[in-house]
């Protein structure tokens, strides 16, 4: 149930960043998510495999990246949209 929420969710964030003329900002928003999904689901199939030291790894450097780097993108992305 929740990972169906989790899409109607995406989908209604979608439409209305489409409909209120943020495409940009909603596909550079799609697409930070859908790059750190892969080391995400990198980590948690490393967890599976049976490795105890490289999913915690590999999830550092999720968090880094979802905490760090994801709002310096959004922030770049911002100042270039109003820029043009």
Do not use: Q, W
Not at 22 to 43: K, P, Q, T, Y
Request: charged fraction near 15%; aromatic fraction near 14%; proline fraction near 2%.
């Amino acid at each position: 149930m929740v990972t169906a929420m989790h899409h109607v969710a995406t989908v209604v964030l979608l439409l209305l960043s489409y409909v209120l003329r943020f495409s940009r900002i909603g596909s550079v928003v799609l697409a930070i998510h859908d790059s750190s999904d892969v080391i995400l689901e990198f980590s948690k199939m490393l967890k599976y495999i049976g490795y105890d030291m490289l999913p915690s790894i590999t999830f550092i450097f999720f968090l880094v990246f979802m905490g760090c780097l994801s709002p310096h993108i959004l922030s770049f992305v911002d100042y270039l949209e109003h820029k043009l």
